[in-house]
């Protein structure tokens, strides 16, 4: 693929990313009680996309996919619904360049349904979020906010009110409950099973006939219980494992490695964490692996010794009768190292020694003779091979008249190979068949296309035709050859040329969205546009100044 090619697929293939998703969390607060039982239901461009009840630690969290309109609304049986609406249109190329936007987090307060009190303020959305290309992130709509914001403030304040002047015991009585309930369940999860059985009396205290808490209670004093019988197996477990450990370490000392390491055992599978035992284990195995090796270490080794200077003996025995002398010199050096006073070992390497004096004696001057018949015969094979080598490049170049010449005085050397024979047989068949003058007519009919296009200007055409060309006939190799990388050199300046026009027109789009700062989308082309110049130091200027005005991106958090 060449580089206009991969210029044009780098423009595309962003556009063929999937959506991005923008995280939205935080929690729903409700004032002096749980905010379980809420839900939070989701619309998508108008339609209901899911429903998520909320928990009793009032946590929430969505992935909303970009170029929606979303709909959150939080609601509880009792309480005023809130509404926030949300726009993650983001354009394409904000999302190319850098698709990473932080969590927007929302704090919920739902308040209770009163009467008397004006609470058509809440049928609209409390918040709107929105991507704004100046500061390449979302943001709260401010002009909407400061818009309602009173309005919100007065109902709130009135619901308050109202509910000031109902009910404070109640809403106390139902407070203090949930606080012990919650106090128990908390120390029941730590196994403070006392406290816990503490707390839930208390809040029994204020609703009696709550069976649930009953269970509770009963839950908590069976599992002090268990507790209470586990801690003693574990006391008496310890102290026989102490017991065993005492015994084991003294057996030990005394070296009575088999005994000890049945006590190891034993306490080993009371605590198996405690890693003593193991090792004690694993040591009392290594002490008696060496006893028992040492016992066998000697009378092995002298066996051992006996039966290797026997085997020796033979190898340098059988090596003497061969006649490989410098074999048989060095195994018999091998046995007398293994018996120093035996005689019959260097009486067979004197007697070696002897012998292959007289051999190298013989063998340097057979070499000489050799050598100087293997001198004669390798400058003849040498003037052939260089010959024969010139012949077989012109062979392959097919260039028959050469290479039938070469072939000719190989045959003169007098080696009397029957190669030259068979290869000038070749050429001869090669140069009368009419295959051969038919891949003649075709390798000029291609040349004669090629010129004909290079005189067009059609380059890529040019270029196939010479390519083909080469590939019939290799005889004007390095003459198409040059042609063919002439051909490449214009391609690639039209290659540059395409370029130039691709780079003027992402500064061009740059340029338009930087006027209307429109940062984020102006940073994209900028950048385009530098990675078709790489170092343009007015692009490079462009996005610099970009990153001094739009920042960095942030979490957000709201209140609402």
């Known amino acids: 693929m060449n580089r206009l090619a991969l210029l044009f697929c780098c423009i595309l293939i962003p556009f063929l990313t999937l959506a991005q998703n923008i995280l939205i969390n935080g929690s729903v607060v409700i004032n002096e009680t749980s905010p379980e039982g809420a839900r ?33 609304s939080f609601q509880k049986p009792g309480f005023i619904s809130k509404i926030v609406t949300i726009n993650t249109e983001v354009p394409e ?4 360049t850098n698709p990473n936007f932080p969590p927007v987090k929302l704090i919920i307060n739902l308040l209770p349904k009163v009467e008397n009190v004006d609470l058509s303020i809440f049928d609209q959305a409390v918040a709107i979020l929105a991507y ?8 709260f709509d401010k002009e909407y906010t ?88 574990e006391q008496q477990n310890r102290r026989a494992y102490q017991l065993l450990l005492a015994s084991a370490d003294s057996l030990f000392l005394e070296k009575q490695y088999t005994t000890a390491k049945t006590k190891y055992q034993t306490a080993q599978n009371l605590q198996p964490d405690d890693s003593y035992p193991g090792n004690r284990i694993r ?47 060095e195994t018999y050096q091998q046995a007398l190292a293994l018996k120093t006073t035996e005689t019959y070992p260097r009486q067979k390497i004197t007697e070696a020694e002897q012998a292959l004096a007289l051999l190298r004696k013989q063998q340097a001057a057979a070499a000489e003779q050799q050598r100087a018949e293997q001198e004669k015969l390798e400058k003849l094979r040498a003037k052939y091979e260089a010959i024969i080598a010139q012949a077989d490049k012109a062979f392959h170049q097919e260039n028959y008249a050469l ?56 380059y890529a055409a040019a270029k196939v035709y010479y390519q083909k060309a080469l590939a019939i006939s290799a005889v004007e190799k390095e003459l198409i050859e040059q042609k063919i990388i002439e051909i490449e050199r214009l391609i690639e300046a039209a290659h540059l040329a395409e370029l130039e ?8 789009k740059a340029d338009k969205a930087y006027e209307t700062k429109s940062y984020a989308i102006a940073k994209f082309y900028y950048q385009k546009a530098l990675e078709i110049k790489i170092g343009d130091k007015y692009a490079r200027q462009r996005l610099d100044e970009i990153s001094e005005r739009m920042g960095d991106r942030h979490e957000k958090e709201a209140e609402l």
């Open 283 to 329: 040591e009392i195995d290594r002490l008696l692996a060496q006893l028992a090796q040492q016992n066998a270490e000697q009378q092995k080794q002298i066996a051992e010794t006996e039966a290797k200077y026997k085997k020796i003996l033979l190898s340098a025995d059988q090596a003497m009768t061969a006649k490989n002398y410098e074999k048989a010199i």
């Open 132 to 139: 704004n290309s100046e500061v390449d992130d979302f943001i």
């Open 93 to 96: 190329e904000v999302l190319e």
């Open 403 to 458: 290479a039938r010449q070469r072939y000719m005085e190989a045959q003169q050397v007098g080696l009397q190979e029957d190669y030259p024979n068979r290869k000038l047989n070749e050429i001869y068949q090669i140069i009368n068949s009419s295959k051969y003058k038919a891949q003649q007519a075709e390798y000029h009919k291609n040349k004669t296309f090629a010129e004909k296009n290079m005189q067009q200007k059609d």
């Open 146 to 233: 400061e818009k309602i914001k009173d309005r919100i403030a007065q109902a709130e304040q009135a619901i308050k009110r109202e509910l000031a002047s109902k009910g404070a015991a109640a809403l106390e009585h139902e407070r203090q409950y949930a606080e012990w309930t919650e106090r128990g369940q908390q120390a029941f999860e730590q196994k403070a099973w006392n406290e816990a059985i503490e707390n839930w009396n208390k809040a029994l205290a204020l609703k009696p006939n709550e069976e649930e808490i009953n269970r509770k209670i009963a839950s908590a004093r069976n599992e002090m219980k268990l507790e209470k019988e586990r801690q003693n197996i």
């Open 501 to 508: 026009k691709a780079y003027k027109e992402n500064i061009g």
């Open 40 to 72: 939070l239901v989701v619309l998508k461009n108008g339609i209901k996309l899911h429903e998520q009840n909320i928990g009793k630690k009032g946590r929430f969290e969505l992935k909303l996919s970009t170029g929606a309109d979303y709909k959150l």
